[in-house]
């Protein structure tokens, strides 16, 4: 087969899985990136304060 059938192919057979998926509905991805935001902040935050100790630490010790 040439180089062309098989693109052609291919995007035939992605085109077809992406009709197949179930996709989200706007409810639910406002809901999940709230999540995801949040999540991100809190470990933010969290990181930030293990990184002030640590760095309190390494300061005495030296």
Excluded: P, Q, R
Excluded at 16 to 24: C, F, G, H, S
């Amino acid at each position: 087969m040439s180089l062309i059938k098989n693109a052609m192919n291919f995007f035939t057979d992605a085109y077809y899985e992406l009709t197949k998926a179930t996709w989200l509905g706007k409810k639910e991805v406002v809901g999940t990136t709230v999540v995801v935001v949040v999540f991100v902040i809190i470990m933010s935050i969290f990181v930030s304060i293990v990184d002030l100790f640590l760095g309190t630490i390494v300061g005495v010790i030296l």
